[in-house]
């Protein structure tokens, strides 16, 4: 079976003039809770991390998701990090345009290898036509009216092909393409994408940002089935407004939803 790979180490090193290199400096755990939680605790601690410093980890036994729920990873199949970064230069209120120069990040790293039917499922699920691959969950931490840290967490299925229970709603990308694939080079090409988005968030490219990131919305445009309020309702996604609220037209009525508010079905 053959094994994926490329060269992003002299693509990375060739983007230096873009300041901050998410990815400088890597920290690999070999097992850990949740890399969140571990960067989380050494910041509250006065661990002195530079921006753009990665933890990785090689087993991640109670990796967290959106709402509280549980990421389970099969040991040394999947990516798993977090990233830190310190958007200093956006106010609280644009927290969702940082979600959204991540998710362009891990788009363009995996469109390369899985093609036009890659999608962002609102808030921040990766899809694969209707399986999902991964996941963001990006923490704040503020000091009164700014911004001081966010902490990006970001799972990849790689090379897990068995996802029990999630089987028949989870994939990866040896299930998809059948073949292997090297975590390391794949991160590589994240900590490059992430950099520029990153980059072209602080040049204020915001607004070609949300073109780009509302192009790549799971089922834009088209008929979906939606839990809302405990009721089943039939509607279309439209966009994704500034506080990060999923516009939907259900038969004719435009309304916004917050993330626990709405849920495809």
Not at 33 to 51: F, I, Q, V
Not at 101 to 126: F, M, Y
Not at 206 to 217: A, G, P, T, W
């Amino acid at each position: 079976m053959n094994s994926f790979s490329f060269n992003a180490t002299k693509t990375l090193q060739s983007n230096t003039f873009l300041g901050l290199i998410v990815g400088e400096n890597i920290i690999t755990l070999q097992r850990v809770n949740s890399t969140n939680d571990y960067l989380k605790s050494n910041l509250s601690n006065s661990t002195p991390y530079t921006e753009g410093t990665v933890i990785m980890a090689v087993e991640q036994y109670a990796g967290k998701g959106q709402a509280g729920n549980i990421w389970k990873s099969e040991p040394g199949k999947n990516l798993t990090c977090s990233v830190l970064l310190n958007p200093t230069f956006l106010l609280p209120k644009d927290q969702f345009d940082l979600n959204i120069a991540v998710s362009l990040a891990i788009a363009d790293t995996l469109q390369p290898i899985l093609g036009e039917n890659l999608r962002i499922k609102w808030p921040n699920d990766l899809y694969y036509l209707d399986k999902k691959i991964g996941g963001i969950l990006i923490e704040n931490i503020l000091r009164g009216s700014s911004w001081k840290h966010a902490i990006i967490g970001i799972a990849l299925n790689v090379n897990q092909t068995v996802f029990g229970d999630n089987q028949a709603r989870a994939s990866s990308l040896k299930l998809l393409l059948n073949q292997d694939f090297e975590i390391k080079t794949l991160l590589q090409s994240l900590c490059l994408h992430l950099s520029t988005e990153y980059q072209h968030l602080k040049e204020k490219h915001i607004i070609q940002q949300k073109s780009r990131y509302k192009s790549l919305l799971y089922r834009l445009g088209e008929p979906a089935n939606f839990l809302v309020q405990g009721q089943h309702k039939s509607g279309t996604v439209i966009d994704v407004n500034k506080e990060g609220k999923l516009i939907v037209d259900f038969d004719g009525q435009l309304t916004e939803h917050a993330i626990k508010e709405i849920a495809f079905i």
